[in-house]
């Protein structure tokens, strides 16, 4: 008797097609891990299935005890370290010197400048040489990533940009980590959809948006971090 259509599996199956699609094109693949609740289900689909895609994830040095747990878990689960990337030492001095240990609060630029030093430099240095990045980005985060492509170019970090996970709802995902038992941060219990830096990241109030918590003192428009930019840099290409 033919199994039951499960629209989940039918998706997660659909994830995997992209992914072997983008790696027959671009043998290069490099899974930029956010660690967030997609995250979990990417690791979970490259990590069984298509292992010939590199992974890592950005140790910015201001995470929550809780994600650095669930980097130990996800390790434990998979029986493979998962790489974590990390600002360059020299450069992460001259920022602390030159704005406090905490002077992201203190401005836009000054908020702009740490992430570029803890996230957007080790990210550059992390997918320099690769073809194409993958990355857990669905519609429905943001106007921004609503207008993304499963496959295009990415024209400021020069390489394809790989977003399987496109039409997913967050719905959806929780769907997919709970039917596994996926690991994931548990800070998702406690009201933090999004996930980024301890220090700029909050708990939501019932009605915020999912990325009301992050960066939550600045103007709604401000609030990414760079490596996903408002404007895309370059048109879709397949
Ligand atoms: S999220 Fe906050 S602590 Fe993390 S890199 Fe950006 S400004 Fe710095």
């Given at each position: ?6 629209p ?32 979990m ?22 995470l ?21 990337v ?25 908020r ?100 009301a ?26």
């Open positions: 008797m033919a199994e039951p259509f499960n989940i599996e039918h998706k997660a199956h659909t994830v995997r097609e992209r992914l072997a699609a983008a790696l027959r094109a671009h043998p290069r693949l490099v899974y930029a891990n956010s660690l967030g609740a997609e995250a289900v990417l690791t979970d689909i490259i990590w069984t299935h298509l292992p010939e895609i590199d992974m890592f994830s950005i140790d910015t040095g201001r929550h005890q809780e994600t650095y747990d669930l980097v130990e878990k996800l390790q434990w689960r998979y029986r493979r370290p998962l790489r974590m990390y600002p360059d030492a020299a450069a992460l001095e001259r920022l602390t010197a030159a704005q406090g240990v905490n002077g992201f609060y203190h401005s836009l630029q000054a702009l400048e740490c992430c570029r030093v803890r996230k957007l430099e080790p990210f550059g240095r992390a997918i320099a040489g690769y073809d194409g990045w993958v990355t857990g980005v669905r519609h429905e985060q943001s106007t921004t990533r609503g207008r993304a492509q499963p496959l295009e170019w990415d024209g400021e970090h020069g390489l394809y940009k790989v977003s399987p996970l496109l039409e997913w709802t967050e719905a959806e995902v929780w769907q997919y980590i709970r039917a596994r038992k996926l690991p994931y941060n548990v800070l998702h219990d406690r009201q933090f959809p999004s996930i980024g830096c301890s220090p700029c990241t909050r708990a939501i109030q019932p009605g915020e948006s999912r990325r918590g992050r960066w939550w003192w600045e103007h709604p428009e401000s609030r990414e971090c760079g490596l996903h930019p408002r404007v895309r840099p370059a048109t879709a290409q397949a």
